[in-house]
């Protein structure tokens, strides 16, 4: 892979020693991109999975060839309000 990815460079007219790319000081910025969207993704689940944020969603009925939307009351705070007992 280090020959490859130094071919490569090579080609491109980037100079970069093999031994850069073998200690990982070569990174492609696609790799961190992925990194970086891996980890808020997994933020994100978290934070629904704590309670810290919901997901918002729509209700959607079909009742023949007709649809209606319908969507959740919501407080003050943004939420929906608490079922009743």
Same mark, same amino acid.
């Given at each position: @892979?280090?020959? =490859? +990815?130094? %071919? @490569? $460079?090579?080609?491109?007219?980037? #100079?970069?020693? *093999? !031994?850069?790319?073998? $200690?990982? !000081?070569?990174?492609? $910025? ?5 990194? =970086?969207?891996? +980890? #808020?993704? #997994? *933020? =994100? +689940? +978290? &934070?629904?999975?704590?309670? *810290? #944020?919901?997901?918002? @969603?729509? !209700? ?5 060839a007709?649809?209606?939307?319908? &969507?959740? %009351?919501?407080?003050?705070?943004? %939420?929906?309000?608490?079922? *009743?007992?």
């Amino acid at each position: @892979m280090v020959d =490859l +990815l130094h %071919s @490569m $460079s090579v080609a491109l007219g980037y #100079r970069h020693a *093999k !031994a850069d790319i073998n $200690s990982d !000081a070569y990174y492609p $910025s696609g790799y961190s991109d992925a990194d =970086l969207d891996q +980890l #808020r993704s #997994r *933020k =994100l +689940l +978290l &934070e629904v999975l704590e309670g *810290k #944020r919901q997901i918002p @969603m729509l !209700a959607q009925v079909y009742q023949g060839a007709e649809r209606t939307e319908t &969507e959740p %009351s919501k407080t003050e705070s943004g %939420s929906p309000p608490e079922p *009743k007992s």
